[in-house]
């Protein structure tokens, strides 16, 4: 097929190249008001009083401290709205939560064969900007706080034995999941070049039609005979 040949088929199917384009112009607005999703991730260890550090083997009780991590991660879960997530890999994003909180104990090995090896709670949240994101997560962090100094004054733990916690504010760093202006323009090209190829397909396959329908109408008309 020629230029002239396309051209002279872009006139007369106009309505299918009108339609397709449309549709992909729709689909690119639709991914361009998409909007992105900001992810924040920490972890808050727990440790026993110095003495115990310094004085005792880690084997000893780090068993206990991941026990005691596990009953925070329950409480709090508990106690404020959380996502649940489908295995110890998995992220909110992934699971489909644009927005929302999760906090688990950090976790090894499969959905189904979970194992725990560090008394370290993990806390994710999605939020709509980055600024969100950061602010509820150290929300989140700091009811973790909150949760594991409570458990301790209820059995009037003495401030030589309670279990610390520990995270880092400026540590925190937040991503985001979404398209990038880049990625939308590349997107919109690739769409509009694939609308305008189906497009040229469809008027071929109209006008491939419309020509045997011309010529069964043709043949069907007798045709006069010379005497």
């Known amino acids: 097929m ?20 449309a549709l992909a112009v729709t689909a690119t607005l639709l991914l361009q008001s998409t909007p992105r999703v900001y992810s924040a991730k920490a972890e808050i260890s727990f440790t026993p009083p110095d003495d115990v550090v310094a004085n005792t083997p880690w084997n000893s009780y780090v068993e206990t401290m991941i026990n005691y991590a596990g009953a925070v991660d329950n409480i709090f879960n508990d106690t404020y709205p959380a996502e ?6 998995a992220t909110l994003f992934g699971n489909g939560f644009r927005e929302g909180v999760t906090v688990g104990i950090s976790k090894t090995g499969s959905q189904w064969m979970p194992g725990y090896d560090r008394p370290v709670v993990v806390a994710r949240v999605n939020a709509s900007t980055e600024g969100a994101a950061y602010t509820e997560l150290v929300t989140t962090l700091q009811r973790i706080d909150a949760i594991s100094a409570r458990i301790q004054d209820e059995v009037g733990t003495p401030a030589s034995l309670r279990i610390q916690t520990t995270w880092d504010a400026d540590e925190i760093s937040v991503g985001s999941f979404g398209s990038t202006r880049s990625s939308l323009a590349k997107g919109a090209a690739v769409l509009m070049g694939a609308s305008m190829v189906l497009a040229t397909l ?24 010379v005497s």
């Open 202 to 225: 469809a008027a071929l396959a109209v006008d491939a039609s419309a020509r045997r329908r011309r010529r069964a109408v043709e043949s069907a008309i007798p045709k006069a005979t």
């Open 2 to 21: 020629t230029l002239l040949d396309l051209l002279a088929l872009t006139r007369r199917r106009w309505y299918i190249y009108a339609v397709t384009i």
């Open 84 to 89: 649940t997530l489908s295995g110890p890999r």
